[in-house]
């Protein structure tokens, strides 16, 4: 007569698995440089002073080099000044000491620049601040 072989389970030991995936998490949070960027490419122009600290209470207005403005990173949907000046006007909150940066690209329209500045003036911010990059050189 022929006897059946009892089945052996096959089972398959995770914990190796788990352990390397752990390892990959720990490496890559540990390597990951964690600095401010934005989605908004912008190529800005160089300049030889020391950064300022910015504060906490501010607004940004970027400008690409098509001349096209972002509030805080939230594009808008013309280059008018009173798009521009809706925009801005909500966050100020009556508040005209509220640091206003604009970062322009290098290659952006100077018609673009003075019209956020024109902007900002007409709503009567009086702290405005111009992004600019270290010069390496």
């Given at each position: 007569m022929f006897f059946r072989q009892k089945k052996q389970e096959i089972t398959v030991n995770l914990t190796p698995l788990i352990d390397v995936v752990f390892l990959l998490l720990i490496f890559f949070m540990v390597s990951t440089s964690f600095t401010r960027e934005t989605q908004i490419k912008l190529d800005l122009p160089k300049a030889s002073?020391?950064?300022l600290e910015s504060k906490i209470d501010s607004l940004e207005i970027s400008i690409d080099k098509e001349g096209r403005y972002f509030v805080n990173g939230k594009g808008l949907v013309n280059v008018s000044i009173d798009t521009l000046?809706?925009?801005i006007t909500p966050i100020l909150n009556d508040n005209k000491d509220i640091s206003v940066i604009i970062s322009a690209d290098a290659n952006t329209p100077y018609q673009s620049v003075v019209t956020a500045m024109d902007?900002?003036?007409q709503l009567g911010?009086?702290?405005l601040k111009m992004a600019t990059?270290?010069?390496t050189e």
């Amino acid at each position: 007569m022929f006897f059946r072989q009892k089945k052996q389970e096959i089972t398959v030991n995770l914990t190796p698995l788990i352990d390397v995936v752990f390892l990959l998490l720990i490496f890559f949070m540990v390597s990951t440089s964690f600095t401010r960027e934005t989605q908004i490419k912008l190529d800005l122009p160089k300049a030889s002073v020391e950064p300022l600290e910015s504060k906490i209470d501010s607004l940004e207005i970027s400008i690409d080099k098509e001349g096209r403005y972002f509030v805080n990173g939230k594009g808008l949907v013309n280059v008018s000044i009173d798009t521009l000046k809706r925009a801005i006007t909500p966050i100020l909150n009556d508040n005209k000491d509220i640091s206003v940066i604009i970062s322009a690209d290098a290659n952006t329209p100077y018609q673009s620049v003075v019209t956020a500045m024109d902007a900002t003036s007409q709503l009567g911010v009086r702290n405005l601040k111009m992004a600019t990059q270290r010069n390496t050189e």
